[in-house]
């Protein structure tokens, strides 16, 4: 199975992932957020990160997908949500959905399911001052718009998930087993 957590930051993906690798088999690899990927291999990323960064991002996200073929997969994040910062972001204008859909198309194919962590009411994750709370809405309202009205036709498994960390984990081992 290859599995992709999608949401907006500070939603609580990579906790649901570190929850789900503890009760999958051991034969399952983790890969981390395309961020935290440039940022170890020095990519500086502007202060917010610009249109070029989440493209770069996205980039990196697709070279995860091709990369693991074949194993069994949880990644943080996938090609969807850097969809949803480049929409959201401020130039988001000047981002060609259209030049990037096929590329995102055909790496979602290499997905058994996106498991998206929306933010619930009330939010679960409390937030400090500092946080961009303007940008975190749009960014979850656009992947719901992305994942689960499918305006783009991409195509791919999705199930949204809600609750505690254990619970998100529990509904996405129900849903494998069915």
Known sequence: MRIAFCGTHRAGKSTL????AELLPSSYVTVDEPYHQLEEEGHEFAQPPSLEDFEAQLVRSLENLA???????????CPVDLLGYLR????????????????????LRKLDLV???GIESPDRIALSAS???E???AVDETLKELLLDDPHGLGVAVLEVEGSPRTRAKQILEHLSR
Do not use: K, T
Request: charged share 45%.
């Open 67 to 77: 990369e693991e073929d074949g194993r069994d997969v949880l990644f943080d994040r």
């Open 88 to 107: 959201a972001h401020e130039d988001g204008d000047a981002f060609d959905l259209d030049a990037w859909l096929p590329r995102v198309r055909e790496a």
């Open 115 to 117: 498991v998206f962590v």
């Open 17 to 20: 992932l570190e929850e789900l």
């Open 135 to 137: 940008l975190r809405q």
């Open 131 to 133: 946080e961009d709370a």
